[in-house]
């Protein structure tokens, strides 16, 4: 396998095309953000926030899964920007015990409120099931993640706008490292419209497949009839903030924060995302975090090699093994 001399895409990865010294066309076309424009989208939050500040509890909803990503980003709204935050913890049944522990751990210590939102149990495992042995979504849906996890953050996002909406909260952030929100996407106000888009990509395709009992997961036609000018600006602050994954574990490791030993090593919270990362690369013949770790990379917040690692190591297979049977699946052999 050929792999882009700048980033890590293999030749595997759909639409890929490579020039004469060997760099891919995605990064030809995909600018290096500079410093000046990560600058001026923090200014660009920092008004947002001033203008935004809630006379209600919460100025702001947080995906949180307890990672080191949506971790540090808790850290950043509370400490650096003094902020509101509603923590929501989508519990689908397959967070780590170590996560849960640091869900309790930094939302007490960061004093923030905290939502733990969980479906149940059978619906969440026949969804991941289907996800994992089923053509649901449109192979370009899986460009940048793996089935399940599309599954899985189709329905976080859903339930976090939701929520947002219930509330009256105007500002729903994500902790997306660099590689997965772009600067172009890190400030981006939601509305019905939006919604629909991304409803026709997850929702629908799930639940035609897997039935009406995934529907409460989803935002509703009384939803998405809400006046626009009520849902949430959508915020990734570490697309335009300092990113560098040893530094942001250490410092959460001083709030208390414990990385999980029984996880890979693409996920601190996901019991999960081995088997999601194998299945990915058994049918797709590249990493489902490719493209997360090309942007990275591209950004200059991850050495090329240490890159190449991360998509080119092996899962664990009792990891996947155990994964599987957590799910109540078969692998085949």
Request: aromatic share 10%.
């Amino acid at each position: 396998m050929n792999c882009c001399t700048r980033c890590v895409l293999p030749d595997t990865f759909p639409g890929i095309t490579f020039d004469q010294d060997g760099v891919c066309n995605y990064c030809r076309n995909n600018p290096v953000p500079d410093a000046e424009g990560k600058k001026a989208l923090l200014a660009k939050f920092e008004a947002l926030i001033e203008g935004k500040r809630s006379q209600g509890p919460f100025d702001v909803i947080l995906a949180y899964s307890g990672g080191k990503d949506s971790t540090y980003t808790l850290s950043l709204l509370r400490e650096r920007f003094g902020l509101k935050v509603l923590a929501f913890v989508f519990d689908n049944g397959f967070i780590s015990g170590q996560s849960m522990e640091n869900i309790r751990l930094m939302t007490d210590t960061l004093g923030a409120a905290c939502f733990i939102f969980r479906p149940p149990f059978p619906v969440m495992k026949k969804a991941f099931a289907l996800a994992a042995g089923s053509d649901i979504y449109s192979p370009k849906t899986l460009d940048r993640a793996s089935s399940i996890c599309t599954t899985c953050i189709g329905m976080v996002k859903a339930m976090v706008l939701k929520t947002a909406l219930s509330y009256g909260i105007p500002l729903a952030a994500f902790g997306w490292s660099p590689g997965q929100a772009p600067l172009s996407s890190a400030i981006m106000q939601t509305g019905p419209r939006l919604q629909r888009f991304s409803d026709k990509s997850v929702r629908d395709p799930l639940v035609k497949l897997a039935g009406p009992e995934v529907e409460p997961y989803f935002l509703t036609d009384d939803d998405l009839a809400k006046d626009p000018s009520r849902w949430p600006v959508n915020v990734h602050p570490l697309a335009f903030m300092d990113y560098d994954e040893d530094d942001i574990v250490r410092k959460i490791g001083e709030l208390g924060w414990v990385k999980p030993v029984d996880t890979d090593p693409n996920s601190t919270n996901c019991l999960l995302n081995a088997l999601a990362n194998h299945l990915h690369r058994e049918r797709f013949h590249f990493h489902p975090y490719a493209w997360e770790i090309a942007g990275i990379v591209r950004s200059g917040c991850m050495d090329r090699a240490q890159g190449l690692e991360k998509v080119s190591q092996e899962e664990d297979r009792e990891m996947v093994n155990y994964a599987a049977r957590l799910l109540g699946i078969g692998l085949g052999r």
